[in-house]
C-alpha cells in the first residue's frame, strides 16, 4: 500500500504504484468541497470559470456544493493569482487525472461537515477520517497546560500559556496566519489598529520579528495582548480563555478551530482559503470573514475592528461553533463516522 499525503508534487507517486500492481490511496489534506472544485474544472467547468475570472461577483453552481463566486474559488484557478503560482494547476491536474486509480479516497473532514460534497463526485469514493489532530487534544488526557503529542521537543510551560491562564473564559482574541502566509507591514499595521480599537486581550503570532519592530502602536499592544513568535496552536485553541480565532484560513487552522468550538474571523490570502471562509460564513456559520477595499484589496483596520466586535458578540456564531466541536469530536469516538472509516480502511489494505 502507498500512500500519498497529498503533496502538490508527487502526483505521479499513484502511476508509480499502479504500474507495478500495488494499492495506493491518496489522503487529502484540504476539504472535500476543494477536490470537487478542482475536479469540476478539469471536468466541463473550465471554459466556464476561465472566461468569467476578471469578475469576482460571477455565481458558478457545482453539483453537490453551495453556490460560489468566482472571489470563492481557489487562488491557483484565478487570473489574479501570481505568475509563480500558475504551475500549481497542472500539478492539481495530475492528481485528478490519477482520482481514477485510486479505488477511495481519504479526506481530512467529517461525515457531518461536507454530508453532500463527500458525495458529490459519482466516480470518486471519499471517506472522512477527521478531524486528524492528537488524541490527547479530544481526550483530555495530562493536565490543561501540557504540550500535545504532535510537538517535535517536550517542552515547560510556555509563558504564554501562563498569560492565557490569567485571562477571564472566551475574552482573548487568538491571531495567527499558519506557516506560510506573510502579511505586508501594512496589512500588519491594519491588523494592530483594529485589535487596539476593538481593545479584547489578544495572543499574536508574528514569525517575522522584525515586523514587530515597526509596528506604530507597539506600545498600546504590549499593554494590551502578548506578541509571540511561535506557539502550540492546538494547545492555545484548546485554552477556555479563547473567545475568537484570527486567520488565514488555511484548512488545518479550520479544521482546529471547529474541533475546538472556537469562532473565526477569517482574512485569507491564497490556494483553498477563499473557500474555507465562505463554507465558515455562509454553511457551517462559525464565523465571518474580512472585506476587503475594492479598489487595492486593503483589509482596514476598522473591518478588522467591525468582524472581531461581531464574533466576540454573536450568540448565534457562539452556538454553531460549540455544535461543531460536539460533531467533530463524535465523528473521531470510537463509534464516530471518521473512526469507523479509518478503520474500515486499514482493515481492508
Not at 35 to 49: K, V
Not at 268 to 276: C, H, L
Not at 316 to 322: D, G, M, P
Request: aromatic share 10%; with cysteine.
Amino acid at each position: 500500500m502507498i500512500l500519498n499525503l497529498g503533496a502538490l508534487h508527487v502526483p505521479w507517486a499513484a502511476k508509480v504504484a499502479h504500474a507495478h500492481n500495488l494499492e495506493s490511496t491518496l489522503l487529502w489534506c484540504q476539504p472535500a468541497s476543494v477536490l470537487d472544485i478542482y475536479y469540476y474544472y478539469f471536468n466541463g467547468y473550465e471554459e466556464l470559470i476561465s472566461c468569467n475570472n476578471n469578475n469576482p461577483t460571477f455565481t458558478i453552481n457545482l453539483p453537490g456544493l453551495p453556490s460560489l463566486t468566482i472571489a470563492d474559488l481557489p487562488s491557483f484557478m484565478l487570473s489574479s493569482s501570481p505568475k509563480e503560482h500558475k504551475f500549481v494547476m497542472e500539478f492539481i491536474k495530475d492528481h485528478v487525472d490519477a482520482l481514477k486509480i485510486f479505488s477511495r479516497i481519504l479526506v481530512n473532514t467529517f461525515d457531518e461537515l461536507e454530508i453532500d460534497p463527500i458525495r458529490a463526485i459519482e466516480k470518486v469514493v471519499m471517506l472522512p477520517v477527521g478531524p486528524l489532530v492528537p488524541s490527547e487534544f479530544f481526550e483530555g488526557r495530562g493536565p490543561p497546560n501540557s504540550s500535545f503529542s504532535c510537538d517535535l521537543f517536550e517542552k515547560p510551560m510556555e509563558d504564554y500559556i501562563k498569560w492565557l491562564n490569567t485571562k477571564p473564559k472566551s475574552s482573548v482574541v487568538y491571531v495567527s496566519f499558519g506557516s506560510m502566509a506573510t502579511l505586508s507591514i501594512e496589512h500588519v499595521e491594519e491588523m494592530a489598529s483594529g485589535l487596539v480599537e476593538s481593545a479584547p486581550p489578544f495572543l499574536w503570532v508574528i514569525r517575522d520579528s522584525g515586523q514587530v519592530g515597526k509596528l506604530s502602536k507597539i506600545e498600546e499592544l504590549k499593554k494590551q495582548g502578548m506578541i509571540v513568535s511561535w506557539c502550540s496552536q492546538v494547545e492555545v485553541l484548546n485554552h477556555q480563555a479563547i473567545g475568537c480565532f484570527l486567520m488565514h484560513g488555511g484548512w488545518n487552522s479550520t479544521m482546529e478551530a471547529l474541533a475546538t468550538g472556537v469562532p473565526t474571523v477569517v482574512f485569507s490570502q491564497w490556494s483553498d482559503q477563499a473557500t474555507n471562509a465562505k463554507m465558515i460564513e455562509d454553511v457551517w456559520k462559525t464565523g465571518v470573514k474580512v472585506k476587503r477595499r475594492e479598489e487595492d484589496g486593503m483589509v482596514e483596520g476598522k473591518e478588522i475592528k467591525r468582524c472581531v466586535e461581531m464574533v466576540m458578540e454573536d450568540e448565534e456564531v457562539r452556538r454553531n461553533a460549540k455544535k461543531w466541536r460536539e460533531l467533530a469530536r463524535q465523528a473521531i469516538n470510537n463509534e464516530g463516522s471518521s473512526a469507523i472509516n479509518l478503520k474500515a480502511f486499514l482493515d481492508d489494505a
